[in-house]
């Protein structure tokens, strides 16, 4: 199928889970790769190998460990800082996940500084995000008097741009949202809305969770004024380890925003009468960080760059329409979000008419086909169009043809289960 990754063989063999036999005899077809990615060989070895051989603290101890340690935690900061094309290595910090980075983002902004946000001030949000990118902005406003609004959804599942120009407006200070629903798929116009938002001189957050794991990112290469000025991400959807996220952000912005959280390492100085902090990144790096994880992040990372993002990119697209195609074979199932690859990552949401989306993941998983069911921290989405719930399936760049034809045939197979039709 031409626009599949054409090492895709090869690649499957990186990743050794794929190998497994679930219970019953079935082989396991992985669906769900927006919740959490599979982790090549190289990472798992990676990180062991750190461990069996190096590990130490870093920055802190002085002997030989202490320096490889630190040499190696230094080297994931490189490694993701050219994954995303960040125009300065100091401007990545790590983080224990997306929602600590955005939750650090909506933190600081609310303290004092020059970018403080207060009474009068407005937030703006989208309906489509992850519980992570709604809640913080919700306490920042309970917490300084602001107003938290939000760009609501067509009934294609793409952001409502129509009254933008009143959205963003001169009381607007924070621009939060998603580059890729996790729920409907939608891939937004972060571009025009940075370059909106910027006109007016609010600061730009955008959540690349579901973005950094499927769409090439080169944030030096993006015009200033279409360049968001903060971006998380989290490890474990990019083929890296749980524990640890990024935020990276710009120079001037992180120079401008206070410390997240005190302790060691984010110091300079420190007095009883009072302290001074270190500068970026470490002013944001409180304490032991999740060492380990970072090099794996960064072993992930640069994976990924010898695949080839744009490589990934098309194969998710291709996938993503084999699926979209194959699931309209089933009757009474409606997708959520857009119907078009093009526009769209690789999650897609369903509803199965009769059939409660826990009990298809049941049924699926019997048969060996994992896929996510729940409101997938998108509760207001899901609101927006009347369900409580979805099934959702998300492929990788290690899906088959072959995996999508198994979830088809496992829908099916469900219809007839329950007696749908």
Not at 341 to 367: C, K, N, T, Y
Request: glycine share 10%; hydrophobic share 45%.
């Amino acid at each position: 199928m031409e626009g599949l990754l054409p090492e895709l063989e090869v690649i499957r063999k990186d990743f050794p889970i794929l190998e497994r036999t679930l219970a019953g005899g079935m082989p396991l077809v992985y669906l769900d790769s927006a919740n959490t990615s599979q982790k090549p060989q190289v990472v798992i070895d990676t990180m062991v190998d750190h461990l069996e051989r190096h590990n130490a603290n870093i920055a802190r101890a002085m002997h030989q460990l202490g320096a490889e340690s630190t040499e190696a935690f230094e080297t994931a900061r490189d490694k993701v800082a050219a994954f995303l094309g960040a125009p300065e290595r100091d401007e990545v910090i790590f983080t224990k996940n997306a929602s600590e980075a955005l939750n650090l983002a909506a933190t600081t902004l609310g303290l004092r500084g020059e970018l403080q946000i207060g009474e009068g001030d407005e937030i703006l949000i989208t309906e489509m995000e992850h519980h992570s990118n709604i809640v913080p902005w919700q306490m920042l406003a309970e917490r300084t008097g602001a107003r938290l609004r939000w760009f609501g959804l067509t009934d294609d599942g793409r952001l409502d741009l129509s009254n933008v120009d009143e959205l963003v407006n001169e009381r607007t200070k924070v621009v939060s949202l998603t580059w890729v629903s996790n729920m409907l798929g939608t891939i937004n116009p972060v571009a025009d809305i940075a370059r909106r938002a910027h006109s007016v001189g609010a600061i730009v957050m955008v959540d690349a969770s579901q973005a950094a794991p499927q769409l090439p990112i080169d944030l030096a290469a993006m015009p200033v004024e279409e360049r968001p000025d903060l971006l998380a991400f989290t490890g474990h959807k990019v083929v890296g380890p749980t524990g640890i996220g990024v935020l990276w952000g710009a120079r001037a912005v992180l120079e401008a925003l206070p410390p997240f959280l005190g302790g060691g390492e984010m110091i300079e100085t420190v007095r009883m009468e009072g302290s001074t902090y270190a500068g970026i990144p470490h002013k944001f790096e409180a304490g032991t960080p999740p060492i380990v994880e970072a090099i794996g992040l960064g072993a992930a990372v640069e994976y990924l760059g010898h695949v080839g993002l744009d490589a990934v990119h098309l194969h998710e697209q291709t996938i993503t329409a084999y699926a979209l195609e194959g699931l309209q074979t089933v009757p009474g199932l409606t997708v959520l979000g857009p119907l078009d690859a093009a526009s769209r990552g690789g999650a897609i949401s369903f509803e199965l008419e009769g059939v409660h989306p826990h009990d298809i993941a049941q049924v699926l998983d019997s048969r060996g086909v994992a896929v996510r069911a729940g409101h997938h921290c998108a509760k207001p989405a899901h609101a927006r169009f009347g369900v409580q719930s979805s099934t959702r399936m998300s492929s990788y760049l290690y899906t088959t043809p072959g995996e999508i034809d198994a979830l088809i045939e496992a829908l099916h197979h469900t219809r007839s289960y329950f007696k749908v039709g």
